[in-house]
């Protein structure tokens, strides 16, 4: 057992000083009574004890200057201190002399020089002998050899106080000195750790910059080549660098964002937007994961839940796309389900609950603790089957309480995991802002309409019930197909339209409608789907329309009005449009450059704009840009930021100064996501930023939006 301080670190030479103080105030202490006592001579008892004291402090004060011998001298210390002020009891008045105050000068002593946690068993060893020294004294008073004299009594214990006081000040005041030294230390402790913190956040940010440039080349030349002739084989290869390319670079995302949300660096953007939108986009990108394990994906939006609000739709986004990514991740059966609805709302605020449900393979209640921590990846062993970085959660949970909401989590155990977040948000009505509300002057088409749904997920079910009949419809739903078929047949009921999911049991929606048809009855049928994979010209036979999950409120809305007013569209509803189309140059001409230093991604740049028709011109920095945008009028730049000789700020700068040219639109395209860099590139006067690892799909919006503006 370690009773006593060790001298490790530094603060133990203050350790080490306060022990040697002691030990010298102890020595001086005791050889002024020494002295003080041959000048009232008093009793010899007194004068022994002082002078053993004496030189017993003595000794211990020079040996401390052994550093080894420290730790055991603090133990013959308190020994030997405690048998001295118990000897003085008998030969100095006992408890009506001066030897009270010295126990407590003693207790205070002990105190400073001894470990904290110890400090009971000190107060316990020194009121033992307290006690045991008053009781001998008053068992057997003729043990105590007394004053000669009443005002000798009364001088004693005035200088006992007078030089307890002076010796517990000096105390406190080297105990402060240590402290301060203790709290000086830490707080440059303290700041070191700052700078390394912010060090690294930074060094992690400019590696993901480096990490994106070639990042930019392999995953956009893998675009380039899947536009090339491949046999399945390669197909099979470029779509496995593709899925890893995402992975990485979704890995690096994350690493980049806690790095930010660490450095102090992540802003939160105040702006309206369609939360509908926000979560149908998570919806379109995860959905089809969800479908391809077989599992349900539905959501369900409160109708008071306000449409349109104000904040950062791009941290909404990621939240839901972390949340729902994960219940997919580990969900192998069942369903997902995001619902939304309003705990409180007042004019300007609301604030909103999200919750994501899965049926996955849940969270022990260990673990449930630090879920939200870094780097937390509960059993190991899922980390190499699901991948993952850890930080998903911690970045969510650092956004949702900057958007002044909680995050909390429900789990059992291989029945399935709830998180459910809270976020604080201003309503907005703007006008501009498509908030996907269902048109209301057409609620009269389908109002009382008799509507049957053959669904088999229970949620979904209840989910398509509450909507449907929110619309004024009559509902009549079933499980099971058979049920459904049997009803209609029986009851000889008829309806308006039917919804038919194709993934029922014990036959699926496809045979259900063929029934139906085959029964003679005329009232059109929809097909619910996951996969998009049916054969058409089949099901065409039987159902009006295909619509693809996960159903979308609106989209809903306007296929069953559609159908019930026999408006004609499309058998499918659209989801992904295919990329790189090559009419776009032709709807959307243009004059473009490309400045870019990295010769890779120059290749990819010409390559891609090439794929939609377009034949780009080519500068390799800043420079060279400057005179071809005086000699050509280009009517877009891609103008790569960090170059040789002249940046792309510098270039843009230049460009803007230009007088006697039309202004040609200029895209920020770097590998550079730092908020400082989109916000001076917006200042040196370019008009977007693009990030690279370039987005197809963003790059085409970017150009056909450009129709607009040119000519
Ligand atoms: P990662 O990127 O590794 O998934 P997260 O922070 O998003 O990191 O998640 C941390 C860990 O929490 C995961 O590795 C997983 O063990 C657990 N976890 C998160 N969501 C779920 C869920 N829906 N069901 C079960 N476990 C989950």
């Known amino acids: 057992m370690k009773l006593f301080k060790t001298a490790k670190n530094k603060n133990s030479n203050s350790d080490e000083l306060i022990f040697r103080s002691v030990c010298f105030l102890a020595s001086v202490f005791t050889l002024f009574y020494f002295l003080y006592n041959l000048y009232v001579d008093r009793t010899n008892g007194m004068k022994i004890i002082n002078s053993i004291g004496f030189v017993g402090f003595t000794t211990i004060w020079m040996l401390t200057s052994f550093k080894k011998l420290i730790n055991p001298l603090k133990f013959v210390f308190t020994i030997f201190t405690l048998i001295i ?31 904290n946690k110890y400090h009971f068993y000190i107060f316990l060893l020194i009121l033992l002998n307290l006690i045991i020294v008053s009781s001998l004294e008053f068992l057997y008073p003729s043990l105590m050899e007394m004053y000669p004299s009443d005002n000798l009594r009364k001088i004693d214990v005035f200088v006992a106080n007078f030089i307890s006081i002076i010796f517990i000040g000096i105390l406190i005041n080297l105990l402060k000195k240590n402290y301060g030294k ?4 830490a707080m440059q402790q303290k700041e070191e750790l700052e700078i390394a913190y912010k060090t690294k956040s930074r060094f992690l940010a400019n590696m993901s910059h480096e990490i994106r440039t070639p990042m930019n080349g392999m995953l956009g030349m893998a675009v380039v080549l899947g536009k090339t002739p491949l046999n ?37 953007s105040q702006k309206p937007f369609s939360l509908y939108q926000c979560i149908s986009e998570v919806l379109d990108i995860t959905a089809s994961k969800a479908f391809e394990k077989n599992l349900e994906l539905a959501y369900w939006i409160e109708n008071d839940v306000p449409r349109i609000i104000i904040g950062d739709f791009d941290k909404l986004r990621q939240i839901l796309l972390n949340l729902i ?27 909103l609950q999200f919750s994501v449900k899965d ?37 969510c949970k650092r956004f949702i309480n900057n958007m002044n909401g909680e995050i909390h989590v429900k789990s059992e155990l291989g029945k399935g995991t709830e998180f459910f977040f809270t976020i604080e948000a201003g309503i907005s009505e703007d006008k501009d802002i498509n908030d996907f509300t269902i048109p209301k002057e057409k609620l009269p088409i389908i109002e009382n309409k008799k509507i049957l749904v053959v669904e088999y997920n229970d949620t979904n079910r209840k989910i398509l019930d509450l909507a449907l009949s929110g619309w004024g419809m009559l509902v009549k739903s079933f499980k099971n197909p058979k049920e459904a078929f049997d009803f209609l047949t029986n009851t000889k009921s008829d309806f308006d339209l039917a919804l038919i999911d194709f993934k029922t049991k014990p036959y699926n929606g496809l045979e259900l409608g063929k029934k139906i048809k085959d029964k003679g009855y005329n009232f059109p049928l929809l097909l619910v789907d996951s996969h998009n994979e049916l054969d058409i010209e089949e099901v065409s036979k039987f159902f009006r329309f295909i619509i693809l999950k996960p159903l979308k409120g609106h989209l809903l809305f306007e296929i069953i009005t559609n159908t019930l007013s026999d408006v004609k569209f499309d058998m499918v509803t659209k989801t992904k449009k295919e990329p790189l189309k090559q009419e776009i140059a032709s709807a959307v001409p243009l004059r473009i450059l490309i400045v870019e230093d990295d010769l890779i991604n120059q290749k990819l740049a010409v390559h891609l704009l090439g794929l939609m028709g377009y034949k780009a011109d080519l500068a390799k920095n800043g420079e060279i840009a400057i005179q071809m945008a005086r000699t050509n009028q280009y009517d877009l730049i891609f103008m790569d930021i960090q170059m040789p000789i002249t940046d792309g700020y510098e270039a843009t700068k230049a460009i803007r100064n230009m007088q006697n040219i039309k202004q040609p639109f200029i895209v920020a395209m770097t590998a550079n996501v730092m908020e400082d860099a989109q916000i001076k590139s917006k200042k040196v006067g370019m008009n977007e930023f693009m990030s690279k690892p370039i987005n197809v799909t963003n790059l085409e919006n970017l150009l056909l939006s450009m129709k607009g503006r040119t000519s």
Do not use: C, H
Not at 182 to 185: A, G, I, P, T
Not at 331 to 340: D, F, H, M, P, V
């Open 232 to 268: 399945p084989q390669q197909k099979e290869y470029l779509n496995a660098i593709e899925v890893s390319g995402d992975r990485l670079l979704n890995i690096i995302n994350e690493i980049l964002d806690y790095s930010k949300i660490e450095a102090g660096e992540m802003s939160y």
């Open 359 to 395: 049926t996955g393979i849940g969270i022990n209640n260990k673990d449930l603790k630090n879920i939200f921590e870094s780097f937390q990846q509960l059993d190991n062993s899922n980390r190499r089957e699901y991948g993952g970085t850890g930080l998903g959660l911690a970045i």
């Open 85 to 115: 002020m118990s000897l003085g009891w008998f030969y100095n008045g006992g408890s009506e002399g001066a030897m009270p105050f010295l126990f407590q000068l003693g207790f205070v002593a002990f105190i400073m020089i001894i470990e």
């Open 325 to 351: 990514g994960n219940a997919i991740k580990f969900t192998e059966k069942g369903e997902i389900l995001i619902s939304l609805k309003n705990i409180k709302i007042n004019d300007q605020k609301a604030v």
């Open 182 to 185: 203790e709290k000086e230390f």
